[in-house]
Antibody, heavy 118, light 110 residues
Framework: QLQLQESGSGLVRPSQTLSLTCAVSGGSIRSGGYSWAWIRQPPGKGLEWIGHISQSGNTYYNPSLKGRVTISIERSRTQLSLNLTSVTAADTAVYYC??????????WGQGTLVTVSS | QSVLTQPPSVSGAPGQRVTISCTGSSSDIGAGYDVQWYQQFPGTAPKVLIYGNNNRPSGVPDRFSGSKSGTSASLAITGLQAEDEADYYCQSHDRSLSVVFGGGTKLTVL
């Protein structure tokens, strides 16, 4: 059974870079024709798609993030990565990684809370 | 502000039928993109409930059903149970292939 687990810094200073990884187990991140996505949820609010990367390496990002986001797959370590630069308090959220199948997301990781604060 | 519009809350008594609407535009749902529905309990990750407008993954009770028409979609829950109390989100794509979500609907079982 495929499982995803997010990890990374839970506290990021304003203007710094948020970096998260998503470990994939019980399956391969390199096969199956799936995409791999990051989705976030600010406290008490709804879901926001950050972006995803296809099996071929093409990336698709939320235009609202204005070029601050980079999603990549560390193939040698079967991990998905997220970098979000120049963070502000508005980037405080629970960050989820998920597999795209390809139009829906399943499964999801349990999520990791990232707080942007000085 | 979310691209897809959902009612903030709906409620129903046990055994009743409730529906949750998801309204988009000609740039997303109306452009022919499939709609998905997710269920989220407090403190947990969302779980797909309906994919491809009206398909249920294995393990999802047939009390849950989805439909789509024009620029809108709906999730129907029949035989409402206390354990259905959760947040529900719709999801689709737009013409730029961006993923779009609804703002979410909190279902309260009275």
């Amino acid at each position: 059974q495929l499982q995803l687990q997010e990890s990374g810094s839970g506290l990021v200073r304003p203007s710094q870079t948020l970096s998260l990884t998503c470990a994939v187990s019980g399956g391969s991140i390199r096969s199956g024709g799936y995409s791999w996505a990051w989705i976030r949820q600010p406290p008490g609010k709804g879901l926001e798609w950050i972006g995803h990367i296809s099996q071929s390496g093409n990336t698709y990002y939320n235009p609202s993030l204005k070029g601050r986001v980079t999603i990549s797959i560390e193939r040698s370590r079967t991990q998905l990565s997220l970098n979000l630069t120049s963070v502000t308090a508005a980037d405080t959220a629970v960050y989820y990684c998920a597999r795209g199948s390809p139009n829906w997301f399943d499964p999801w990781g349990q999520g990791t809370l990232v707080t942007v604060s000085s | 502000q979310s691209v897809l519009t959902q009612p903030p809350s709906v409620s129903g008594a046990p055994g009743q039928r409730v529906t949750i609407s998801c309204t988009g535009s000609s740039s997303d749902i109306g452009a022919g993109y499939d709609v998905q529905w997710y269920q989220q309990f407090p403190g947990t990750a969302p779980k797909v409930l309906i994919y491809g407008n009206n398909n249920r993954p294995s393990g999802v009770p047939d009390r849950f059903s989805g439909s789509k028409s024009g620029t809108s979609a709906s999730l129907a829950i029949t035989g409402l149970q206390a354990e259905d109390e959760a947040d529900y989100y719709c999801q689709s794509h737009d013409r730029s292939l961006s993923v779009v979500f609804g703002g979410g609907t909190k279902l309260t079982v009275l």
